[in-house]
T-cell receptor, first 113, second 115 residues
Framework: AAGVIQSPRHLIKEKRETATLKCYPIPRHDTVYWYQQGPGQDPQFLIS???????DKGSIPDRFSAQQFSDYHSELNMSSLELGDSALYFC????????????FGEGSWLTVV | AQSVTQLGSHVSVSEGALVLLRCNYSSSVPPYLFWYVQYPNQGLQLLLK??????LVKGINGFEAEFKKSETSFHLTKPSAHMSDAAEYFCAVSDSGGGADGLTFGKGTHLIIQP
């Protein structure tokens, strides 16, 4: 079965640069989520989209933004990167009408140097 | 507001022994509860979930968990540990079946299997 696809899997950026992560949800899923997991930490909810509209916002820094496109893929844009942004970024998707279980992608490793 | 507490950041058991990972939650509404497993350098894989109905939930890889409302707990168990069970386990809660507000995770429990 198709899973949540994230790209790139690994990314190295310098401080103050910009990074963009992409997420392709499971086909027909209508909700996308972004989570950030720092080294040795639990995943923290950043933001979610339902039917291409922002649905809820968690601990997403103002330097970050995200959107969901007409084909339901989503992008997380991170600007003015800081060393503390180094983390594993998960995208997840769900289908509200089917119990809304959240399925996670493999994650994108961002290293800021 | 919701929160999850996982007792024990590290749990060590012998191969073949019972696995018990503890999770307590707080939620202002009936919770939806989940256990996820994360192997090194990999994503989060859903083990099992409780939404409504039967309080004993069976998941993949022989794991199960029981929702106890009176104790606000959702402990994860497996009768006999296998070396391949060594991983990080996260308990999570949502107030909408994993809906728009996403999941709130516990800090995780690292399960170590001794040969």
């Amino acid at each position: 079965a198709a899973g949540v696809i994230q790209s790139p899997r690994h990314l190295i950026k310098e401080k103050r640069e910009t990074a963009t992560l992409k997420c392709y949800p499971i086909p027909r899923h209508d909700t996308v989520y972004w989570y950030q997991q720092g080294p040795g930490q639990d995943p923290q909810f950043l933001i979610s989209f339902y039917e291409k509209m922002q649905s809820d916002k968690g601990s997403i820094p103002d330097r970050f933004s995200a959107q969901q496109f007409s084909d339901y893929h989503s992008e997380l844009n991170m600007s003015s990167l800081e060393l503390g942004d180094s983390a594993l970024y998960f995208c997840a998707s769900s289908l509200r009408s089917a119990g809304n279980t959240i399925y996670f992608g493999e994650g994108s490793w961002l290293t800021v140097v | 507001a919701q929160s999850v507490t996982q007792l024990g950041s590290h749990v060590s058991v012998s191969e073949g022994a019972l696995v018990l990972l503890r999770c307590n939650y707080s939620s202002s509404v009936p919770p939806y509860l989940f256990w996820y497993v994360q192997y090194p350098n990999q994503g989060l894989q859903l083990l099992l979930k409780y939404t409504t109905g039967a309080t004993l939930v069976k998941g993949i890889n022989g794991f199960e968990a029981e929702f106890k409302k009176s104790e606000t707990s959702f402990h994860l168990t497996k009768p006999s540990a296998h070396m391949s069970d060594a991983a990080e386990y996260f308990c999570a809660v949502s107030d909408s079946g994993g809906g728009a507000d996403g999941l709130t995770f516990g800090k995780g429990t690292h399960l170590i299997i001794q040969p």
